[in-house]
């Protein structure tokens, strides 16, 4: 299966600014995605990242405050902006392979914003 | 939207035991998956499983499509079993999303 290098694994932040999450994969892929888990809660889809075109966010998120960028098949970027202590979660993307594998998660990003 | 529900919600073993964890879902899937979350927050794919029975070592899978349900097995359990395991699905014709349940927190105890 892919393997997903994702960066920062964790990070504290002063409310009020933003973080930009990075995910590289080894290999071409279609489909990215971004998932958030809230303390103590299961994992929710953010957006599917899109490559050369604007990410598909699900209803609650949006554009102004997860930015995404997908400029290639390898790579995407996840911007947690203007942050507040409810930001605090880990952040994962995920890929889809889906013949054999279904969906690889990365690391995980744990930010805590203070 | 398709449901997922995990059961039982907290589980505490002795090392060497077994267990079952059972997710039921509400609607036809393409795709249904196992995963492990360890302490440190990595979502580790166990089991890839829209139908049929996987095995891996210690850890079994099978899934009943036609009566929506999949059972996880764990024998011989050790600590580093430990953490939260997550059922997920994809429903049927809406192909990237995955929808997760609310997991299972399973402790080990040596």
């Known amino acids: 299966s892919a393997v997903i290098s994702q960066k920062p694994s964790r990070d504290i932040c002063q409310r009020g600014t933003s973080l930009t999450i990075q995910c590289q994969v080894d290999?071409?892929?279609?489909?990215m995605f971004w998932y958030r888990q809230q303390p103590g809660q299961s994992l929710t889809l953010i957006a599917t990242?899109?490559?050369?075109?604007?990410?598909?966010?699900e209803s609650g998120f949006v554009i102004d405050k997860f930015p995404i960028s997908r400029p290639n098949l390898t790579f995407s970027t996840l911007t947690v902006s203007n942050m507040s202590p409810e930001d605090s979660s880990i952040y994962l993307c995920?890929?889809?392979?889906?013949?054999?594998?279904?969906?690889?998660f990365g690391s995980g990003t744990r930010l805590t914003v203070v | 939207g398709i449901q997922v529900e995990q059961s039982p919600p907290d589980l505490i073993l002795q090392e060497g035991a077994n267990s079952t964890l059972r997710c039921n879902f509400s609607?036809?899937?393409?795709?249904l998956q196992w995963f492990h979350q360890n302490p440190w927050g990595q979502l580790i794919n166990l089991f890839y499983?829209?139908?049929g029975t996987k095995q891996n070592g210690r850890l079994s899978a099978t899934t009943v499509a036609t009566e929506r349900y999949s059972l996880l097995y764990i024998s011989s359990s050790q600590t580093t079993d430990s953490g939260v395991y997550f059922c997920?699905?994809?429903?049927?014709?809406?192909?990237?999303?995955?929808?997760f349940g609310q997991g299972t927190t399973l402790q080990v105890k040596p």
């Open positions: 995920s890929v889809a392979q889906l013949t054999n594998y279904g969906y690889t």
């Open positions: 290999s071409q892929v279609t489909m």
């Open positions: 990242a899109n490559q050369g075109s604007e990410a598909t966010y």
């Open positions: 609607d036809s899937v393409n795709n």
């Open positions: 499983i829209p139908s």
């Open positions: 997920a699905v994809e429903r049927r014709g809406n192909t990237g999303k995955l929808i």
